[in-house]
């Protein structure tokens, strides 16, 4: 997978970090000229990849390309990807007619997101679909755990969500679920017993001012205001609100429930995790946030990642670290998580596609990956996305303009790791906060009353959206599902948008975002036009003096080369070797 690596000697990254100056060295000059990725704030951003589907190896024939058969030079860090979809399930497919999507209703539906023929054009072509959380709990979301090793009755039973993973696996799509272990529900038995009892067992799997001497004061690393809060004459920690008092890790009893659950999940079939709240683990205060607390946390979800390989060394491991700091984010790539969420680089693309304007993402991105292959030994693969669950929909953001959807779709398509889609993003669905506004209901038809339609919540954010369904794109060529579906068999068909390195290349040109994905096999040039004109852009030598000549795809439309003058047109990709 790795080409011309050399490891970083030692186990203490961060440590290693300090003494040889590596992130300075390789973040130095993540300002390109003085044009810095917005939201990056003035440090390279993380992010984590996956593959798309229908992959090469399943039968789809790449695209043909004119270069020699090795790319040598630079050192080249793949990053084998898989295009992930985000699933809602309370949103998604209602099979029973209550209103509440459910586990048998997004089985019903997985041939929208894999049909599992690579011969077939009519599917999205996911690799692996995230689970929002899918326990039993009292909150619509699921993020504050009641049972950690049975189904929410409204969504099915384990049954059902055993045939979901077979369905999904022979479809090729992987399955990962949100796994919720910072915090359990105020309603979990084991905080019932814990609040009323102050010598069970389950007292010190929280954290109780009295009982630990801690001042009851400070303000939530979470940005909730004050973390404590009140319940039977005793103060419990919770860093997100009263409804989810947080979990005591320095308890071993509490870290091996959590691996034991995280085991039991693996033994179902599950192929991995999404870890929500990854940082706050230890990070509870404001005043808690330092290198050290990382380091806690670190350590934690390494013990974590150690023992899942037990059941499975494949598993997926991609963690929320809500920062925009390469360091930070990079912190938890030492044997910890595959990936890491890569939140700057998200806000960065989507400035991009509502500005039409180059952001030096593929500059930032660079030198990131240097830092990220050092810390994980070459193991690592980014996370990219536009928005998930807690932010507002990227139409919304983008104003419901199209054409800024489709080419933030173009740069989330072309550049490494595993892409996530929110589900009913490829459609242009709108939301905005709060929190239920950007959960609403997945539109499958114009007709509200049509089979397997959530009703849970009203679609008011998308209610007047026409054309924003399923029905209503599925067969038309123009339509953003089919630019989605479009790009995802390009990424399948070409092996360095799939697993490739990546290299800036200056453009020239304000408008045109441009990178170069690069193989130990292949060397191709991306270009993306931002804007609603033509441009020209005059081509120069790549990586390793490759000069680029041949164009292997163009979307929407076909791009005109003469000399080394290419001329794209408005709102377009261009892939060239």
């Known amino acids: 997978m790795k080409h011309e690596f050399k490891r970083l000697p030692g186990r203490r990254i961060l440590h290693s970090l300090a003494l040889t100056g590596l992130t300075a060295a390789l973040l130095a000059g993540c300002t390109n000229n003085g044009n810095s990725p917005a939201g990056i704030n003035g440090e390279a951003s993380a992010v984590p990849a996956a593959q798309a589907s229908p992959s090469p190896d399943a039968g789809t024939a790449p695209l043909k390309s004119q270069q020699p058969a090795a790319v ?20 998604f497919y209602d099979s029973d007619g209550d209103g509440i999507g459910d586990l048998r209703g997004l089985t019903g539906k997985l041939d929208y997101l894999n049909d599992g023929d690579p011969s077939t054009a009519d599917d999205l072509g996911v690799g692996g679909i995230w689970l929002m959380p899918v326990n039993p709990s009292p909150s619509y979301h699921g993020y504050d755990v009641t049972d950690y090793r049975s189904i929410n009755p409204e969504y099915g039973t384990l049954e059902d969500m055993q045939e979901l993973i077979r369905e999904a696996h022979k479809r090729g799509i992987k399955v990962i679920m949100d796994l919720v272990v910072n915090h359990t529900s105020r309603e979990h038995p084991w905080f019932v017993e814990s609040a009323k009892k102050k010598d069970s067992k389950y007292r010190g799997y929280y954290v109780w001012a009295e009982d630990q001497n801690r001042p009851v004061s400070g303000s939530s690393a979470a940005g909730s205001g004050s973390p404590w809060h009140s319940v039977l004459g005793s103060h419990y920690m919770g860093t997100f609100w009263d409804g989810m008092p947080d979990l005591n890790f320095d308890n071993p009893d509490v870290r091996n429930e959590m691996k034991d659950i995280g085991k039991f999940w693996l033994e179902q079939g599950v192929d991995g995790f999404r870890l929500d709240a990854a940082k706050h683990i230890y990070e509870d205060l404001v005043t808690d946030k330092s290198t050290e607390t990382t380091a806690k946390n670190v350590a934690w979800w390494q013990e974590f990642r150690q023992a899942m390989n037990e059941v499975n060394p494949q598993a997926y491991i991609v963690g929320e670290v809500w920062e925009n700091s390469a360091v930070s984010v990079g912190a938890y790539l030492d044997k910890a998580f595959d990936s890491g969420f890569n939140f700057g680089l998200a806000e960065t693309l989507v400035n991009s596609a509502r500005t039409e304007k180059d952001s030096g993402a593929a500059f930032t ?79 499958w038809s114009a007709d509200s009353s049509s089979a397997g339609q959530t009703t849970w919540e009203a679609a008011t954010n998308n209610k007047g959206n026409s054309g924003g369904n399923v029905e209503s ?35 020239g040109n304000d408008g045109v975002m441009a990178f170069e994905r690069v193989t130990a096999e292949q060397q191709v040039l991306v270009m993306l036009n931002l804007t609603g004109s033509s441009q020209t852009v005059t081509l120069k030598q790549g990586t390793n003096d490759k000069g680029y000549t041949n164009i292997i795809k163009a979307v929407p439309e076909e791009a005109s080369y003469s000399g080394a003058e290419l001329t794209l047109p408005p709102y377009s990709a261009v892939i060239l070797d």
Do not use: C
């Open 72 to 91: 040598s030079g630079t050192a080249i860090d793949e990053q084998p990807s898989t295009v992930f979809y985000e699933v809602f399930v309370r949103s």
């Open 365 to 443: 991105l660079e030198r990131t990956y240097r830092l990220y292959s050092q810390i994980s030994e070459g193991r690592f693969t980014d996370a990219v996305f536009l928005t998930n669950h807690d932010q507002n929909r990227v139409m919304s953001q983008l104003e419901g303009n199209p054409n800024h959807a489709r080419m933030a779709a173009a740069m989330l398509f072309t550049l490494p790791g595993n892409p996530f889609i929110y589900y009913g993003e490829e459609i242009g669905m709108l939301g905005r906060k709060p929190d239920e506004g950007i959960r609403e209901p997945m539109q």
């Open 473 to 507: 794109q599925l067969s038309s060529t123009g339509s953003l599902l089919d630019w989605y579906r479009q790009l995802i068999a390009l990424r399948s068909q070409v092996p360095a948008l799939q697993k490739g390195d990546i290299r800036d290349y200056a453009s």
